[in-house]
């Protein structure tokens, strides 16, 4: 499979902040531990090896034992929940929310950002167990947000009639409604062996499970079991009984605003856009029914919205410690939770997901947790055969795949034309002209510099107009060309954005079949910081 590669600030689609976190610029530094290079790992797991107990071990192992309990379980996945008990064993994680059907592409390269990263780390360090984690976000409960994918330009959305949708995690909600969606998806992907193998993985995750957590973990599970894949719901009891102590000082000190608050001003102070904001408590109390933010008034905690739950300082730390599972860490402290209930080195994430971390490492500190490192998930812009030849043709390059798309048909058609369109040497020279009319001014009349200056803004502001008048024309004559450029553009970008945010995998599997999975795991590597274009042939 033909594969190039461009740099992530040639694809004009990452933040500065994340360019620079590449670059590892100094003034960056301080808001990482370690950057994610190969060598910088053995200190990484030391640290961590020295902090993270034999106890949670167990703890950990347990509780994967029993969400495995009703799941078909490679001998990887079942060799690695073992080997966690461990204590050489050594985690790398991504999380991801329950979107239907995976949601968007990225998906596929998170896990196996992860997968590949602990492969490489075993070749390094022989002496030490590497465990793929894959973070389900069961306790979001922004349902808009992932109860949808788009396969061949259509959207195919749930519509959940559970009255808890919207309102508690999602995690909870059960999976009624989506035979309508499997339907629709069936009447889409078409006939064929690959095809029967989607409908199969959709019936079997979503029409053959009661809630969205069982329905995801079957579909990660049977997508990557033969890589080890382990994957954690991390709304358990047992698991949240560990996070008391961090939950109380929330509660108490409102640690995660006060230690961040900091960062915040100094990232923002860089010129960087901040992307989360934390509050006073960044606490939610979670049931079946609702999921709402913790406040605190004088003294006193409530349930926003609800006047009915209320307690005094004495009377929520009693219910944290009876029933730790209803408190359900935010955006800002579910990074500290998962360090604090995984053996974990790294956390792979996308450039939204790597900008909050980058927040919180003064967290960590406060609360005396190693602060994992940071890696960026593989990137890639799959490319059909067809399309890669069609794109040789048009002569377009992959970097310039990525441009705008007037600044792709508008290079194009310059260079494709039999006439010269760029009136850059007559601008040149219209300079010149009226250099020898200032000096002329200057010797005679200096009154009459402003109406030379006029002049010369007007006629360049015509050559402008008519370069571009010339130019739209040929794109008339052009039309053609203009066209297949346009729609090559656009099947790879799909509404002007990357294809790995857009599309479902299962456009892919469709068309290249179990090789997919396999061709991506043999070509990104995580620790080759480039942006992937990959050209699939069907087999």
Known sequence: MPSECISYAETNYFTNLILDYLSQKPEVQKFYNRYPKIGNFRDQIEEKKASFSSEKRQVLVKVLEKQYDNVEISGATAENIKSLRDENTFTVTTGHQLNLFSGPLYFLYKIVSTINLTTILKEKHPEYNFVPVYWMATEDHDFEEINFFNLKGKKFKWNNADKKAGKTAVGFLNTEGLQEVFNLFSAEIGVGKDALFLKNLFEKAYLQHDNLTEATRNLANELFKDYGLVILDAQEKELKKQFIPYAKNELLEQVSHKSTSKSLGELSN???????SPREINL???????????????GNYFVHDREDIKWSREEILRELDENPERFSPNVVMR????????????????GGELSYWLELKEYFKAENVPFPMLLLRNSALIQTEKQRKKREKLDISNKELFLKQHELINRKVRKISNIDIDFSPQKEQLVQQFQQMYDLAKKTDKTFLGAVKAQEVKQLKGLDHLEKRLLKAQKRKLKDEVTRIANLQNALFPNGALQERQTNFSEFYAEFGEQLIPALVEYLNPLEENFKILSFRQD
């Open 270 to 276: 860089l010129g960087y856009n901040v992307q989360v």
């Open 335 to 350: 990074p500290l939770y998962e360090e604090v209930i995984l053996p974990n080195l790294c956390y792979i994430g996308g």
């Open 284 to 298: 939610f109390y979670l049931t079946e029914d609702f999921r709402e933010r913790i406040l605190e008034r004088e």
